[in-house]
């Protein structure tokens, strides 16, 4: 009897090949093989062994195993196999997603290990022309341990380079310093002292011996969830196991594993998109090994190959970070549960602005609902009120009482955060004589301005042209910026308070490594200065100093057509809000509206989020939107409109089963994108399952299918934008 196994690759393809297990070799899912395909050898997972073999065929043999243990432990590869059935994503590339890119390659599964440099002699022996050779030789000696080889290449230095040093002899090949990799808890600190209300939702939440159980954490800003989290691990986690802190973005917020590490030091590891693939690895083989670490990283790290998992934590988890926007669109914290059930272990979602879906869940009692509303130490919650700027002078969105609360509280020796929902100068250059504006010449959008560089650019693709003063249809000179962008707020900022920093926080500022710590640093110092910035200053930050948050405009979400505009203001606003008054002194929210008797805001001013929810929930109950009824979008884009209504015409055709309603399709909000026009077909299904099976159906059909050449269509399931 021939032995089979099931492969995959990570390729898009939803089918799997079969090949033959040549005598003597023993094979288990989730493990890495080679096998020949095609004129090639290629790397696959094997995802099956006993299938069966279609009579008359003959099976190429697989060449190899690359080690003799699954790569993908049981419950990695139970929660991708899920995952790819639920998402309709294939499944090779699912489970490919679990390996860090060395491995995909094929490369061994140990460390590489690297040739380390130190610095020597005198750079005076080096030619005075070979400038970077200098450069290197200094950088180099500012470095006590030396440095691997690739951190000397990602600093910009060739290896000739460093040949050329080593040659010279002023440049060592050197010893790599001790690693402290056992996952041992280092630190001195006990666990952190719990007021009175942190320690009664301590008490409700599940312990690690219990099973599996889900539990939604609402915590107001500032009621100390962080400190709670710490307290938990620090009792429950047991010292042999594993545990995974999800957070949005790490990268904004380095005090939250700052914090982690001054009460469990090495034992807390990082994952997230700037690692790279040595660091990947190594990392990867820890949490492969069941190295006892506590894991705090981005959505991709709920599906790492843990083997030893106690405890999942997923911090802020409304964010809509956590779910991946293309490809393999998952959302990181439903994974989070799922792996959660499949590990037999607890899952805690925090949050002080509870996503619908998980409050949904809560009132339902699928998970656990343990409230903390109080702020922690002596912070009280800030006073919010609106400001009606209808008739109001502006100045860079600013009106005058926002300026002058500005100006009370840098005179009080505090902080204030300015909220500006956009980067940027201005989100528009329009000529007040002919009324042109300027438009995106790939996609259905408005350039904006960034006065710093003198450019126009689209945010929605990569385009990008030098800035004019004259309207390019008449040549008026009247070619003025409309709107607000941070960069014009920060500039009247600047000008009005000139003995104080102005720190602007977007994507923008913080592209530059290191950035972000400044940024920081200077708003820990506790000096007063203004900060202006977008979203990113929503994120978990705690600066106690900071006691007046200004919201510039909160209108844009009262009006949207996209059915979780509601949620998303009433988030952002709060969480922004909770960036006031952290510490020790009172804080206050100005929110700017034109719109100051909207119900949504009045009822935003009394701050009771869960109230607020409890109201959006009835609005989406009788729009029959999520959590009410399970969506799914298919999209498509081709060189023309038509061709995508088209695709999505057909699919349509596929749907018209009872239980699913369709809407659409329709052209996208912003129908032309990157010169490719997009289109949405939206289906809605009271039942999950029935959903779930019809969408398998469908894609496997339209994988058949001969499409036009330029035509993609994807699937997202669970859309977070429509
Ligand atoms: P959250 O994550 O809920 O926004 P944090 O955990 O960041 O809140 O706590 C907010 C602030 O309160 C932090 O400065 C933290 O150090 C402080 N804090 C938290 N718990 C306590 C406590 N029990 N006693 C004193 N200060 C606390
Ligand atoms: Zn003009
Ligand atoms: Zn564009």
Not at 30 to 43: D, M, N, S
Not at 81 to 110: I, N, V
Not at 309 to 325: A, F, P
Not at 676 to 700: D, E, G, P, V
Request: aromatic fraction near 6%; charged fraction near 20%; hydrophobic fraction near 35%.
């Amino acid at each position: 009897m021939v032995k089979t196994a099931r492969i995959a690759l990570n390729r898009p393809l939803r089918r799997l090949f079969d090949y033959r297990i040549p005598d003597g070799m023993k094979l288990h899912p989730g493990q890495r093989v080679r096998i020949p395909f095609g004129r090639q050898q290629a790397i696959g997972l094997v995802t099956d062994t006993n299938s069966t073999p279609v009579p008359g065929i003959t099976l190429k043999p697989v060449s190899s195993a690359l080690e003799e243990w699954p790569a993908l432990p049981e419950e990695t590869f139970k929660l991708l196999s899920w995952a790819s059935s639920y998402y309709q994503h294939p499944l090779g590339e699912c489970l490919f997603t679990a390996l860090p890119p060395a491995l995909r390659r094929g490369r061994p599964a140990h460390e590489k290990h690297e040739q380390w440099w130190k610095a020597a002699g005198d750079a005076s022996q080096i030619p005075a022309n070979a400038k970077k050779q200098q450069a290197l030789h200094d950088w180099l000696s500012g470095e006590d341990n030396g440095a691997p080889t690739s951190n000397i290449l990602n600093k910009g230095f060739s290896r000739a380079q460093l040949k050329s040093l080593t040659e010279r002899g002023l440049v060592l090949e050197c010893a790599p310093p001790e690693q402290t990799t056992t996952g041992q808890d280092h630190s001195e600190h006990g666990a952190p002292k719990l007021s009175s209300a942190q320690a009664r939702a301590a008490s409700e939440l599940p312990l690690p011996e219990d099973g599996f159980s889900a539990s939604l954490l609402y915590g107001i800003t500032g009621s100390g969830k962080t400190e709670l989290y710490l307290y938990y691990l620090k009792q429950n986690l047991a010292p042999q196991k594993q545990a995974l802190v999800l957070v949005p973005e790490i990268n904004l917020t380095p005090q939250t594993v700052a914090r982690f590490r001054r009460y469990f030091g090495s034992r807390v590891v990082v994952w997230h998109s700037a690692l790279n693939d040595g660091e990947r690895l190594s990392t990867w083989l820890r949490i492969r090994n069941g190295d006892p670490i506590i894991l705090i990283g981005t959505r991709s790290s709920v599906l790492l190959p843990f083997t030893g998992l106690q405890t999942i934590i997923v911090d802020e988890e409304h964010d809509s970070s956590y779910k991946q926007g293309e490809g393999f669109r998952y959302s990181g914290r439903d994974l989070a549960v799922y792996r959660a059930h499949l590990n037999h272990c607890p899952v805690i979602l925090g949050s002080a602005t509870p996503s619908l879906e998980s409050y949904q869940n809560a009132s339902q009692g699928k998970y656990n609902l343990i409230k903390l509303e109080q702020r922690a130490g002596k912070a009280t919650s800030p006073t919010v009120s609106l400001l009606d700027i209808r008739s109001r002078p502006l100045e860079g969105g600013l009106s005058r009482p926002a300026l002058d609360s500005i100006k009370q509280t840098l005179q009080n020796g505090e902080q204030a955060l300015v909220f500006v929902n956009r980067r940027g100068f201005a989100p528009v250059m329009m000529c007040f004589d002919c009324g042109h504006t300027l438009e995106c010449p790939r996609c259905d959008s408005r350039l904006t301005y960034h006065r710093r560089d003198r450019a126009m650019r689209c945010h929605h693709c990569d385009y990008q042209t030098a800035a004019t003063d004259h309207c390019p249809e008449c040549h008026s000179d009247a070619f003025k910026p409309v709107g607000q962008g941070t960069e014009r707020t920060e500039e009247v900022l600047s000008a009005t308070f000139t003995d104080t920093p102005v720190v602007r926080v977007d994507r923008d500022s913080t592209q530059r490594k290191g950035s972000i710590q400044k940024i920081l640093d200077q708003v820990n110092s506790g000096t007063p200065c203004v900060l202006v910035g977008t979203q990113m200053l929503a994120k978990g930050h705690d600066f106690p100093n900071v006691t007046l948050v200004v919201v510039v405009n909160a209108d844009g979400g009262l009006f949207s057509v996209d059915f979780r505009a509601p949620e998303q203001l009433v988030q952002t606003v709060l969480q922004v809000s909770g960036r006031a008054g952290r510490g020790e002194k009172a804080g206050q929210v100005i929110i700017q509206t034109c719109h100051s008797d909207h119900p949504l805001l009045k009822a935003l001013c009394h701050g009771k989020y869960l109230e607020l929810a409890d109201q959006l929930l009835n609005e989406r109950r009788a729009g029959q939107f999520p959590p009410f009824r399970s969506m799914t979008i298919f999209r498509a884009e081709a060189s023309t409109m038509e061709k995508s209504l088209q695709a999505l015409d057909t699919i349509k055709a596929m749907t018209q089963v009872p239980g699913i309603e369709t809407w659409g399709p329709l052209p996208a909000l912003i129908a032309r994108r990157a010169e490719k026009h997009r289109a949405q077909l939206i289906l809605n299904a009271n039942n999950r399952k029935l959903l779930n099976a019809l969408l398998s159906k469908i894609c496997n059909e339209l994988d058949q299918k001969k499409w036009p050449s330029d035509l993609r269509w994807m699937i997202d399931v669970d859309p977070q934008e429509t």
